[in-house]
């Protein structure tokens, strides 16, 4: 069996690897990927047309990715994650293990998603945080485990979100507080 199977028009640098470990389904990228040097998919992952990668990015397995999404540089996607389309996890992201990422959502340089509300200290069970379709989350944010970013919200850089926040909203601040949505914010993400 193969490791990996990719649609038309894929590049894939000589020094990535696609299709790591030992798994029972190979990985299946669609139409005109670009896959960087140093970077590592795993077997068992599922991408559609248009995927695009920065350098030495990670993406483990069960994890399933929409058309056109961007993973910038030195980004980790840790595994059985859902990602939409459109979407763009800029460089040096951490997405965990559990989280479910919408559509037409941006992901700033340097956020952090976590999924462990007490790590080592009790077994509490792992779950990230849901990101919905138009989000926006700036750049150094964390979103603690299982906290919701409500649809068209978003998300100051370096807020700390341990709530969720609701639709169409701004949260800002550690921890973060909502307000309402400054005009120049104001309806949908405009990823090209």
Do not use: W
Not at 90 to 100: E, K, L, R, S
């Amino acid at each position: 069996m193969s490791r990996y199977v990719c649609g038309d028009g894929c590049s894939i640098d000589a020094d990535a690897t696609v299709g790591y470990g030992e798994f029972d389904e190979p990985t299946r990228i669609g139409d005109d990927a670009t896959i960087r040097a140093g970077s590592i998919v795993y077997g068992d992952v599922t991408i559609g047309d248009e995927f695009a990668t920065g350098h030495d990015v990670l993406v483990r397995e069960e994890t399933e990715i929409g058309d056109d999404v961007l993973v910038g540089t030195k980004t980790v996607i840790d595994g059985r994650t859902t990602i939409g389309d459109h979407v763009s996890l800029q460089t040096n992201v951490y997405v965990p293990t559990d989280t479910a990422v919408g559509s037409n959502v941006f992901v700033g340089p340097g956020a952090v998603l976590t999924n462990d509300e007490y790590p080592i200290r009790t077994d509490a069970g792992l779950e990230g945080p849901t990101i919905e379709d138009g989000a926006s989350i700036g750049a150094n944010a964390t979103l603690l485990p299982r906290v919701t970013v409500g649809e068209n919200a978003f998300v100051a850089a370096g807020a700390v979100v341990t709530e969720d926040v609701p639709p169409e909203t701004l949260a800002v601040g550690a921890p973060a507080t909502t307000r309402t949505l400054p005009d120049p914010l104001d309806g949908p993400n405009q990823l090209a």
